[in-house]
């Protein structure tokens, strides 16, 4: 089987060494970078399956490098790594399209696990769609290959990160039901979490962007009161 490969991106050398000896020793393919230019060579040669990325780099920082290659499509999964280790801090890192966030100082093993989970999610395995499902899923203008892992409008391709995807295909194959917040973290992380962990409010805040014509009023994906979430296919009506 081929290895996946991880790019470790890290301006501390100490930190470099340790995360590729420990992922490697897990059968892993690694690369690392000190900074953004040196990722984006990296890049440019080829795309890994996953990018570790730390916040605070000399020169462009991680956040301004995960805001960037989220625009770009079929961008890699992206896990960032911060010594800032408030919730705020958190949710900015996940709304500028991170797909999970470990704080400084971190146990490699909890970074392994993560990896691990955000792995899954990219290869489906975390929520199999139902066989009466179909490989496509339509709402409105909007279209889900489930074989492609992609969603359009209009026969235009909208970038989504593997989080938003996840979430999205959750939604979709689920439509109709009130899914709660925990039920959905379970789904989405596969690792133990605070249980005041609202990054699932951040994750749907930055699917309703993509398919929403009001994110405030959304006809899609709607807040049940006490309940979670509720994705309705047909929208307004």
């Known amino acids: 089987m081929q290895k996946s490969t991880i790019y470790v991106t890290d301006d501390d050398p100490g930190i470099r060494e340790l995360v590729a000896e420990y992922l490697s020793s897990?059968?892993?393919?690694?690369?690392?970078a000190a900074d953004a230019a040196s990722l984006d060579r990296l890049?440019?040669?080829?795309?890994?399956?996953l990018l570790v990325l730390d916040w605070m780099m000399p020169g462009e920082d991680g956040l301004s490098v995960a805001r960037r290659l989220r625009a770009q499509p079929g961008?890699?999964?992206i896990i960032m790594l911060?010594?800032?280790?408030?919730?705020?801090?958190?949710?900015?890192?996940?709304?500028?399209?991170?797909?999970?966030?470990?704080?400084?100082?971190?146990?490699?093993?909890?970074?392994?696990a993560r990896i691990r989970a955000v792995l899954r999610r990219q290869g489906g395995a975390a929520v199999p769609a139902p066989?009466?499902?179909?490989?496509?899923?339509?709402?409105?203008?909007?279209n889900?290959?489930?074989?492609?892992?992609?969603?359009?409008?209009?026969?235009?391709?909208?970038?989504?990160?593997?989080?938003?995807?996840?979430?999205?295909?959750?939604?979709?194959?689920?439509?109709?039901?009130?899914?709660?917040?925990?039920?959905?973290?379970?789904?989405?992380?596969?690792?133990?979490?605070d249980p005041f962990d609202r990054s699932i409010d951040v994750r749907v805040n930055r699917l309703r962007k993509k398919i929403e014509d009001d994110p405030a009023n959304p006809a899609y994906i709607r807040t049940q009161r006490g309940q979670?979430?509720?994705?309705v296919p047909q929208g307004k009506g």
């Open 26 to 32: 897990h059968g892993y393919a690694v690369e690392t």
């Open 43 to 49: 890049l440019n040669a080829r795309l890994p399956e």
């Open 75 to 77: 961008f890699p999964p």
């Open 82 to 112: 911060s010594a800032k280790g408030e919730d705020i801090d958190r949710i900015v890192g996940l709304e500028v399209g991170a797909d999970d966030y470990l704080p400084k100082p971190f146990n490699p093993r909890e970074l392994l």
């Open 131 to 142: 066989a009466e499902a179909g490989r496509a899923v339509r709402f409105g203008p909007f």
């Open 144 to 193: 889900v290959n489930l074989e492609a892992r992609t969603l359009s409008r209009d026969g235009t391709e909208i970038p989504l990160t593997g989080g938003e995807y996840e979430l999205l295909e959750i939604f979709v194959t689920h439509a109709g039901r009130a899914l709660s917040r925990d039920w959905l973290m379970d789904q989405l992380r596969g690792f133990e979490r």
């Open 228 to 231: 979670g979430y509720l994705f």
